[in-house]
């Protein structure tokens, strides 16, 4: 909600469609602002031109990988080996 006139309860969003969901629930929306008493009797929502940002998000850094975690990684992906490409020429 972006403000409250007098009676009207005045919504920005980013997109038509979040603009025709709120239309839709006008009544549902209007009905619960007087539950928590405030006189609203009209309910204005705007689409903004420019989309709304989400916060900046903050890189994470890798942390290092472990010698013991190295050597277990390795140990694993030397398991996956295909034992068809082994070089044998017994097939």
Sequence with gaps: MANVDGGRLVYVVDAPVWRAKLRLHAQDILDAARSLGLDATELVVKTTTHPFQPPERTERKATPMSAAAKEAL????????????????DS
């Design 74 to 89: 390795q140990a694993a992906l030397a398991s996956l080996v295909d034992p068809k490409n082994t070089g044998s020429k």
